[in-house]
């Protein structure tokens, strides 16, 4: 390996490197692109941005070499210009929306990084031959300089793109719930009125659903913890028989799909009489979280110390003191955030509220706004309004507990 | 029937009749009534109606010469409320070819604008004529319109269905109880006696979990492979029959299977893939501790976890309408969730969009724990960063990789909500047959309960359960991260 080539190696200036990881972005771009313009029907559009990415990908291919080459600048050039010419057209053909934008907004910037490139005079001196000590070394650091920039860049496009794909139903959602009529359309923030949320709060309906809600979800919390606490605590600390094949048992059940026992579990509950009850679900929901609910919290009392259990029964406590007087206020705290996740699960459940619960009055939240949106009908405003309201505490709740929840979750899902 | 009241309700009938002509020619009611052969299937007599000019707070009374009043059902406002569960509509109505709507009170309904109504005849007496006559009544109890008189003949054997005999579940249940608590004890004494006194109590502190766990987990599960090996359905549940491997061969030899199973195949690797890929993509941008930002991107990307999943789900639907946001966005009018292959592309996008918050954050968590060194000294030797993740981030990242992505496949593969609340399984819903976008959990939901085939349901159950056990077991092996398993 001569020299030359080493030096080529180890330093590429800023704009090639950079239009590597642009290119790469771009290609996988005008791809998604040229499937919307298949939406909107404008199939020549959707055949010049496809030949668009081709380009992007031919030169992605040949921006590292070939502009060091001069035969092969002169096909980098051609090829450079038949793009301006097709996204120039493509520029035309669009109309001024906020989709126009943003898509050739894409197609611009690639092309004037490449043209940045091309006209660079670092570009330039590092495609001469000989490269001076002097060029590396400057060229070096300015890499240094620039390219944490970029990267940090590059980071803030692929996360503002994912915000705006996350916040898009919760934006639509706010402006369906203040916009007059059930209808869908009119644009974002364009008419105001409180009529949905007056529908809402002003039936009963909202009420009665909320009413039967918190009660599953409460029922469900308290239910769900008295189960769970003692067992994961004997899981935690107690050797006893057949405590490994019981502990392997709530793994598998963890794997039991709640669609598969839908059918023997209704006609359980049938048999009972606990359709249609609040107790149907709460008996429903807290076993199906129980495996989960017994992981996480014997994950927490795991990292409990023993040495403060065997302190307490030097002193003469019993198990059961121990339990109810050491373990239980320490892991107050986890406890919660068991009880927390269970209320969640039990305030989200759709599948199984839908087949238990088949009257109006006995509706939860899910099956009730579900039942907003049937198939002729659909009173979008005022399922826009009663999400807004039902969604806010959760996902305050969901937001702030965040990390311990995931911990636990995690934890618990990558355990089990 | 006296001929003065029928002289007096035709009377009524044309002075109320000549009022609403006065009132409006919209209000006109009519009804007129013919028998519903098809419904003597069930050996009761049947009775179809065409309605028309309904107004809530009357009722349609249906009389026959045997009791007067057979059946009075009003007329309500029937919006929220249900229809009846498909099992009980067999001895009730159906309404514009749906069973009718409950109230409140259990109590059948119909709405303004119901305009054909069939009805089982029950309860008259067997092998007899009888003279059956419809009518719409108003608040007031003043007859707004009548059928002609017409005369059916009941069947032999007129028959209500006796519900179902379930105190063999109860027993069973019951019996499971009292085994498992002399098993609970038997355990514990054995335990005490082996000296491990120590732990004496353990019994106390597992026996409700694990009660509750055997009587509403696997008892259910027990009863469903039980039940997929009879007929059971919801006209015959006390007395189906054990009928070997029937249901098994209906399912391998329906046509929907293919179909179903090479959709929840590509639904589900193809949305495990987005999972994987996404949230590993974010996960490591997010990583970066100097990003301006960090904390406020990380709660945004958080929302599709924190919002309960049916309400992003139906918000999804309304953006996909043909007036909805996306095509207000696209300037298009597409219909994306009517046509089977741009329904299929949707609902696996939405899909995709839900499960990537859960990925990212346990990928991140996982991300952390890898000690810092490794990247320092990689660093120093110039390693490009994409050499860096494929080199250390991913290797570190095994372990946590293996039960996520098992964890998601299993997931993304019974994923009822996504589908069921985007299309219902839909376009293309024939009975019986599964729609473009039915995966397998969203099926066995329309065979139970739509169709009320239990058996046939319960079948494809063990068969979902056979498949996901044996991927599951397939997939620890070949990864070989039993380790990671507790």
Not at chain 2, 113 to 130: E, F, I, K, M, W
Not at chain 2, 140 to 165: F, H, K, M, N
Request: proline share 4%; with cysteine; hydrophobic share 50%.
């Amino acid at each position: 390996m001569s020299l030359q080539t080493a030096s080529h190696k180890w330093y590429v200036p800023f704009e090639i490197l950079s239009l590597r990881s642009v290119l790469n972005a771009a290609v996988a771009m005008h791809v998604v692109l040229a499937a919307l313009e298949l939406i909107r029907d404008r199939i020549d559009l959707a055949g010049l941005t496809i030949a668009l990415a081709a380009i992007f990908a031919l030169l992605r291919w040949l921006a590292p070499q070939a502009l060091s080459g001069s035969p092969r600048l002169q096909i980098v050039r051609l090829i450079v210009l038949l793009s301006i010419i097709i996204v120039a057209r493509l520029t035309l053909a669009g109309d001024v929306s906020g989709y126009a934008v943003w898509a050739r907004a894409w197609s611009w910037i690639p092309i004037l990084m490449v043209l940045a490139a091309l006209f660079s005079p670092y570009t330039s001196t590092w495609t001469r031959q000989p490269l001076s000590t002097d060029d590396l070394a400057e060229g070096l650091a300015r890499n240094r300089r620039l390219y944490p920039w970029f990267q940090r860049f590059g980071s803030h496009v692929l996360l503002i793109h994912s915000c705006v794909l996350v916040l898009l139903p919760v934006i639509w959602i706010a402006d369906v719930s203040i916009s007059p009529g059930n209808l869908l359309g009119g644009g974002i923030g364009d008419a105001f009125s409180l009529e949905h949320y007056q529908t809402m709060l002003g039936g009963s309906s909202f009420w009665v659903w909320t009413r039967n809600s918190v009660i599953v979800a409460v029922g469900t919390t308290f239910f769900g913890l008295c189960l769970a606490v003692p067992s994961a605590y004997a899981f935690s600390r107690f050797d006893f028989f057949g405590r490994r094949s019981a502990m392997f048992a709530f793994i598998v059940v963890q794997m039991f799909p709640g669609a598969i026992i839908l059918v023997p579990y209704f006609l359980v509950m049938k048999t009972l009489g606990l359709l249609n009850t609040s107790i149907g679900l709460i008996v429903a929901y807290s076993v199906t979280a129980l495996p989960l609910c017994i992981w996480m919290l014997k994950g927490f009392f795991d990292a409990v110390p023993r040495e403060l259990e065997e302190a307490a029964k030097l002193d003469g406590c019993s198990t059961a003191q121990i339990f109810l007087r050491i373990i239980l206020p320490l892991s107050i705290p986890a406890v919660a955030v068991t009880g927390i996740f269970s209320f969640l699960t039990a305030w989200n459940e759709f599948l199984l509220a839908l087949v238990f619960n088949t009257s109006n009055d006995q509706f939860t939240l899910p099956v009730g706004l579900a039942s907003l949106i049937p198939t002729d009908g659909q009173r979008w405003g005022d399922f826009a309004a009663a999400s807004l309201l039902v969604s806010i505490p959760v996902v305050i709740l969901f937001i702030l507990f965040q990390r311990s929840l995931i911990q636990g979750l995690s934890s618990g899902a990558v355990k089990g | 029937m006296s001929r003065f009241w029928i002289s007096l309700r035709s009377f009524i009938l044309i002075v109320s009749l000549l009022a609403v002509l006065s009132g409006g020619a919209a209000y006109a009611q009519s009804v007129e009534a013919s028998s519903a052969e098809d419904l003597t299937d069930y050996r009761r007599t049947g009775l179809e109606l065409s309605l028309s000019g309904l107004q809530e707070g009357w009722s349609v009374e249906i009389r026959t010469d045997q009791h007067g009043v057979h059946t009075r059902i009003p007329v309500k406002d029937v919006f929220g409320l249900t229809r009846l569960p498909a099992e009980a509509a067999l001895q009730a109505c159906f309404s514009d070819g749906a069973p009718v709507h409950v109230d409140t009170d259990q109590q059948s309904v119909i709405g303004a604008g119901t305009q054909s109504l069939r009805c089982a005849l029950t309860g008259l007496r067997p092998g007899t004529d009888v003279a059956v006559q419809a009518a719409i009544v108003d608040e007031t109890g003043t007859l707004r319109a009548q059928s002609s008189e017409i005369r059916l003949r009941t069947d032999v054997s007129d028959l209500r269905l006796t519900p179902p005999d379930t105190r063999p579940i109860l027993y069973l249940l019951g019996s499971i109880l009292i085994s498992l608590v002399l098993l609970l004890s038997a355990l514990r004494w054995w335990d005490i006696r082996r000296g491990n006194l120590k732990s004496r109590n353990a019994y106390l502190y597992v026996g409700p979990a694990i009660v509750a766990l055997v009587l509403l987990t696997f008892y259910p599960i027990t009863y469903g492979i039980w039940l997929s090996f009879t007929d059971a359905n919801q006209t015959h549940l006390g007395q189906s029959s054990f009928i070997g491997l029937e249901n098994f061969g209906t399912v391998l030899m329906s046509s929907g299977l293919v179909q179903v199973g090479l959709f929840t195949l590509i639904w589900t690797v193809v949305n495990v893939f987005l999972h994987v890929t996404l949230g590993l993509l974010l996960a490591l941008v997010l990583n970066r501790e100097t990003l301006f930002g960090r904390n406020v991107y990380r709660t945004i990307l958080l929302l599709p976890w924190a919002v309960p999943a049916y309400i992003s789900v139906l918000a999804w639907q309304g953006m996909l309408q043909p007036e909805g946001l996306v095509n207000q966005f696209l300037g298009a009018e597409a219909n994306f969730l009517g046509e089977a292959t741009s329904a299929r592309i949707s609902v696996t996008l939405v899909n995709a969009w839900l499960g990537v918050p859960f990925m990212m954050m346990s990928l991140s968590g996982a991300m952390k724990a890898i000690s810092t060194d490794m990247f320092e000294a990689a660093d120093l030797d110039g390693v490009s960063r994409w050499n860096q993740f494929r080199h250390i981030t991913f290797p570190n990242l095994k372990t946590t990789l293996v039960p996520l992505s098992l964890l998601s496949f299993i997931w993304t593969f019974n994923m009822f909500n996504t589908i069921y609340l985007l299309t219902r399984g839909g376009p293309y819903l024939g009975f019986g047959q599964p729609g473009a976008t039915d995966i397998m959990v969203t099926y066995i939901y329309d065979v139970a309960f739509e169709y009320g085939d239990y058996g046939l349901a319960a079948a494809w159950s063990v068969i979902v359960f056979l498949l996901l056990v044996s991927f599951s077991i397939f997939y620890v092996r070949q990864t070989r991260a039993t380790e990671a398993v507790t």
